[in-house]
C-alpha cells in the first residue's frame, strides 16, 4: 500500500481545491483521476524516468492501491490475474523503452485468452519523439499486431478522453488489451481538466444481439440432434454466461465438454460434464465430440490443440457457432449455423425455446460407458511423490472457492485434467499464449483482488523460476499466495516431447535442482521442502494453515516412462484417433484390437 510521506497531507489538500475550483492540473493528476472515475481500484506498476510523474500522481491517491512488482512482466502478469478473477479491467504501468517493452508479453496473453488489460506506458517528451532518444521505443508500432486498440497521447487535453475510450474498448464485445502511452512532457503540463468525457470512436460498436431467426435455426437443429454435444470456452466466461449454460445443459441433457479456458464455466463433477477436451483432453471428450451429429460452439475458437487435424475434427456433425466476434466464425471451421451475439443474450433466448431432448438417451448412455472406460487416472505412488496426486490431495483441503493459477507445462495440464472446478473465474492459465512465467504473478493479481480468497500457484520449476522476483513482491506487498512447485529439475513438458517423439535426446530440458526452499527463505516468505508420498498431505496443511505467502517445493523425479508423461495425448496434427493411451496402445489400436474399428 502506498504509505504518504511527509507533507503530502498539504499538495493533497492543495490539489482538491484544484479540482474543486476548476483550476488547471498537470496531466499526471489527470491520469489518475479519470482512473479512478474508471473505477479502477489497483495499479501494477514499476517506474522509470518517463513514469514516474504518473507514480508521483499515484502517491496523492487513497483509492487506487499500486503494487510494485519487481518485474513489469510481472506486473502485466498480475493485471491480468486481477483481471481474470474480477472481470474487471487489469491495469498496468511501465516506463518508456525497456519497461514498456517488458510488458509485452502479458499484453499478448491479454490479446490470445481475451482479457481486458489496460497497459499505460511513459514515452519520451513528445519534443524528442522519433529521435532515438534515451529510452525512446516505439511502444504503438510494437504492440501493433498485440493490442485490440492503441493510443499515443498528444494533447494533456485528451487524457481523460482516451482513457475512458481504453476502458471502454478493454471491456467491451471481445475484450482485450489497449495500450496508452503518454510523453512525459504531456503528464507535465498543466490544463483545466474536463471530466465530462463520452465515446466518440466512430466504428466501434459491438454487437450484442444475436439474430432472431439464426436462433429459432440452432434450436431446430438441437431439438432435431440425435448425438448433440457442447463445446465451451472462455467466451462464456467473458459474456458472464455461466447460468445460462448450465440451464441449458440441464434442460437439454445434452452432454459438455470444455476448453481450458472454459473450465469451470460447467461444474466439472457433473455427470453431463465430459471435463476439458483436446490434446490433453479427456479421451471420452474427444470421442464424443467426433461422435456426434451437432456441435453447439460456444465462446470457442476451434483452436489446433482443439481440432488437431482440421479435416477429420467432427466430420460427421452440423456446427453451431456462438461467438461476440464476427471474426472468429468461419475462421477454422466453416460452421452450418452462425451466431454472432452476446452468449448470454443468446443462451438466455434459446433456453426460453429448448425442451428435454428424449431422443437423445442412447447417445447419453454412450458417453457415459465411454466416460467409464477411459477415466483420468493419478498412477501409483511408489517411493516417490506423484505430482498428479499432489493436486487432488490439494483440492481435498482447499477452500471451495479457492483461485488455482498455473505456468505451462506438464502441472498445468495436470491440474487441468485434475482439479474439479465449480465456478467460473477460479483458474488463472495462460492458456492461448502458454506463457511460462504467468503463475506466480498471476496468482499475486488475483489475491490482490481478493486479500481474503485462498490463492494457490501450482507451477513448475521452470515456470516459477521465470518470474521468481516476485516473491519479493508477495513478502513487502504482504499478499499470501501459496506457491506449490512440481519440481522435476526438468522443463518436463518439452523432455515428455523428446521421449515422445525424438527418442529421448536431451535438449537443454534439464534445468537443474534448484531448492525453492531456501531461495524462498531468502525473500523472507516460508517455506518447505518435500520429497516422499507421506509428506504430501501434512506438508499441504501447514501450507493452507500459514497466513502470509508461503512456497512448497515438492520433489519428484522427472520420469521418461508414460507414468511421467501428461496422458492422454493427441499428438500435435493428428486425430482423435491417434490419441496416446498409455506408452504401448492408441485409441485406434485399441479399438482395431476389440474389432469395434478395421
Ligand atoms: C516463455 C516460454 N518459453 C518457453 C516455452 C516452451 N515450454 C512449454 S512447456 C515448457 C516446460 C515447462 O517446464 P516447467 O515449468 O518446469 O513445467 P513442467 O512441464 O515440468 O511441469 C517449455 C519450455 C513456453 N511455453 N513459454
Known amino acids: 500500500m502506498n504509505k504518504s510521506h511527509s507533507g503530502s497531507k498539504k499538495i493533497v489538500s492543495i490539489k482538491k481545491i484544484k479540482h474543486a475550483a476548476n483550476l488547471p492540473v498537470k496531466g499526471r493528476e489527470i491520469v489518475v483521476k479519470s482512473l479512478e472515475r474508471e473505477g479502477v481500484d489497483t495499479i501494477f506498476g514499476y ?36 483481471a481474470r ?24 496473453d491479454a490479446k490470445m485468452d481475451s482479457i481486458p488489460l489496460l497497459a499505460i506506458t511513459g514515452q519520451v517528451p513528445s519534443t524528442v519523439l522519433g529521435t532515438d532518444a534515451f529510452q525512446e521505443t516505439d511502444i504503438v508500432g510494437a504492440t501493433f499486431p498485440l493490442v485490440k486498440h492503441s493510443y499515443l497521447v498528444k494533447d494533456v487535453n485528451d487524457i481523460s478522453q482516451i482513457i475512458h475510450e481504453a476502458v471502454h474498448i478493454a471491456t467491451t464485445g471481445r475484450p482485450g488489451p489497449v495500450l496508452v502511452d503518454i510523453p512525459k512532457n504531456i503528464q507535465q ?49 467473458s459474456s458472464g454466461a455461466s447460468q445460462e449454460l448450465r440451464k441449458l445443459v440441464h434442460k437439454t ?60 475434427f467432427c466430420k460427421n456433425a452440423k456446427f453451431i457457432h456462438v461467438d461476440i466476434d464476427a471474426t472468429e466464425i468461419n475462421k477454422n471451421i466453416v460452421v452450418d449455423i452462425p451466431i454472432q451475439g452476446d452468449l448470454k443474450l443468446t443462451l438466455h433466448k434459446m433456453n426460453e425455446l429448448v425442451q428435454p431432448l428424449k431422443a437423445i438417451q442412447p447417445w447419453v448412455k454412450q458417453v457415459y460407458e465411454w466416460k467409464k472406460e477411459f477415466p483420468f487416472t493419478v498412477p501409483p ?58 503463475g506466480l504473478p498471476a496468482a499475486m493479481g488475483a489475491q490482490v483482488a481478493f486479500p481474503d480468497r485462498q490463492v494457490i500457484n501450482i507451477d513448475g520449476d521452470g515456470s516459477f523460476l521465470m518470474n521468481i522476483q516476485e516473491l519479493q513482491t508477495l513478502k513487502v506487498e504482504k499478499i499470501p499466495v501459496k506457491n506449490i512447485i512440481l519440481n522435476n529439475a526438468h522443463l518436463g513438458m518439452v523432455a515428455q516431447w523428446e521421449d515422445r517423439f525424438y527418442k529421448s535426446l536431451r535438449g537443454h530440458t534439464y534445468i537443474g535442482d534448484a531448492n525453492f526452499a531456501e531461495i524462498a527463505h531468502a525473500f523472507g516468505v516460508k517455506s518447505d521442502v518435500i520429497n516422499s508420498p507421506d509428506q504430501v498431505v501434512p506438508a499441504l496443511k501447514r501450507m493452507l494453515k500459514h497466513k502470509g505467502p508461503y512456497v512448497l517445493d515438492v520433489k519428484y523425479p522427472y520420469n521418461d516412462k508414460s507414468r511421467g508423461h501428461v496422458m492422454p495425448m493427441i499428438p500435435s496434427g493428428h486425430t482423435y484417433l491417434d490419441t496416446l493411451l498409455d506408452a504401448k496402445h492408441s485409441l485406434r489400436e485399441y479399438w482395431q484390437e476389440k474389432g469395434l474399428i478395421e
Not at 278 to 304: K, W
Open 47 to 82: 517506474p522509470g524516468g518517463t513514469s514516474m510523474e504518473i507514480h508521483q500522481a499515484l502517491t496523492q491517491t487513497k483509492k487506487i492501491r499500486m503494487v510494485l512488482p519487481r518485474h513489469e512482466q510481472g506486473g502485466a502478469f498480475a493485471a491480468v490475474g486481477y
Open 85 to 108: 478473477c474480477t472481470g474487471r479491467v487489469g491495469v498496468c504501468l511501465a516506463t518508456s523503452g525497456p519497461g514498456a517493452i517488458n510488458l509485452l508479453t502479458g499484453i499478448m
Open 189 to 237: 503540463q498543466e490544463t483545466i481538466p474536463n471530466y465530462d468525457v463520452s465515446f466518440t470512436l466512430q466504428g466501434y460498436k459491438p454487437n450484442l444481439k444475436p439474430s432472431s431467426p439464426q436462433i429459432k435455426k440452432a434450436v431446430h437443429a438441437i431439438m432435431n440432434a440425435k448425438r448433440p454435444i457442447i463445446y465451451a470456452g472462455g467466451g462464456i466466461i
Open 253 to 312: 441433457g445434452i452432454p459438455i465438454t470444455n476448453t481450458v479456458m472454459g473450465l469451470g464455466t460447467f461444474p466439472m463433477d457433473d455427470p453431463l460434464s465430459l471435463q476439458m477436451l483436446g490434446m490433453h483432453g479427456a479421451v471420452y471428450a474427444n470421442i464424443a465430440m467426433n461422435h456426434a451429429d451437432l456441435v453447439i460452439a460456444l465462446g470457442v475458437r476451434f483452436d489446433d490443440r482443439v481440432t488437431g487435424k482440421l479435416a477429420e
Open 381 to 438: 505412488s511408489g517411493k516417490h511423490i506423484v505430482p498428479q496426486s499432489v493436486i487432488c490431495e490439494t483440492q481435498k483441503l482447499a477452500d471451495e472457492d479457492a483461485i488455482i493459477s498455473v505456468g505451462v507445462g506438464q502441472h498445468q495440464m495436470w491440474v487441468a485434467q485434475f482439479w474439479r472446478f465449480q465456478q467460473p473465474r477460479n483458474w488463472l492459465c495462460s492458456s492461448g499464449l502458454g506463457a511460462m512465467g504467468f
